[in-house]
């Protein structure tokens, strides 16, 4: 338990993004066909280029159709009005002027294979940035309908049935109700295939030990996608080295169980059809050895190396030094299933690494000595689910790699 905070503390600190402290004056106007949004409430949220929080959010009401509001500086901001029970939101590039425009509606229909209508089932309104506009239930039809909307702006119905995800796209206003249909899904995992269109979609990262007599840890992360017609429920299996001991899993964010098989981790998952799932496993290694071989086709694989120097980490034809902020090695192209990827880090430790590992391993120590954490067990050597926070842990190293590679959707709160 130990070692699993002390990695949580280095890498929430890796991953920190500076606070602004100058103002910009960010404004707008929101519309309502046949109304006012007058007294609705505005919510600002500074953030980084990649999306990342970026200082404290503004708050302030719409006088009549108008706002403002003096918010720290950033490159770009959050904006989010709720109006009558629904939630609208903007992401401001190269301006700090915001415009909603509310006159639509959102309308759909709940059935199962047969036609046949499903009443009380939980339907979020997504729209097409991903933010949910509201919750609502359907009716005794099955019909739900949310407004006012933005025009013209596409959303998504995404409805959760026994335990399966389904989802279905519908233009506000359009002349008919979007249909929703609930079909059985599908068990068969060739339907998963690594995500293409994401970045990264397949990394590594690998946590330096905290002494030279401990070993690296891995954290592996998936986005795969749904190819089916129908939702996928059943299981996938995550590869792991031969010699690697497991101490965690991750669904979407989210810790899961898991059961270490011959062949990897296996976890059970669920994706709406054309949708994706992220998946994860954290595991140890028996030495300064990584070799893993994919069980699917990879477009691009990332290897996060943070505390090594990656010009000096001895690896497989395959893999190259990354050009990124981010100590990092990625494939040289695609990476076929069944190909191996290794690498070797012996040696490649970077000094400071070393240094900071020793100082956090004495302030564990300490914490110990204290009787802060008597009752922790090593997750590596347990058959449960740790008491760690696997999500927090995968939550940080996500915001490291976003930093180098790729902005992930920023989902703005109070």
Known sequence: MKRLLALLVVLSCLA??????????????????NGTADGARVTVVPVTQTLQRAGESAQTRVDRSTFSVSAPDAPRYAVRVRYEGTTHYEVLRNTTHAEFSLGGAVEGRVVDEDGTPLSGVAVDVVDDQGFVVTTVETDADGRVAVGPVESNETYHLRATVDGVPYRQSVTASADQPATLTVQPPTSNASALRVAADTRPAYVLQVVPPKNESGVPSVIQTITLRNTADRPFAGSVTLPLPTD?????????????????????????????????????????????????????????????????????????????????????????GSIGAGESIRLDLRGARRQESQSAATNDAGSAGAASDTGADETGTDPARSNTIPPFPGAAILGAIGSMVLVGLVGYRFAPDD
């Open 16 to 33: 920190t993004v500076p606070t602004a402290t100058a103002a910009t004056s960010v404004s707008g106007t929101v519309t309502v066909e």
């Open 244 to 332: 690697a001991s497991p101490y965690a899993g991750m669904v979407d964010n989210r810790e899961a169980e898991y059961r270490r098989t011959d062949a990897g981790v296996r976890l059970n998952v669920t994706a709406p059809a054309n949708g994706t799932v992220r998946v994860g496993a954290a595991y140890d290694l028996s030495g300064s050895t990584l070799t893993t071989t994919p069980r699917r086709d990879v477009p691009s694989l990332t290897v996060v190396v943070q505390g090594y120097d990656p010009s000096t980490v001895d690896h497989s034809a395959n893999l190259r030094v990354g050009d990124a902020p981010v100590a990092l090695l990625v494939s040289d």
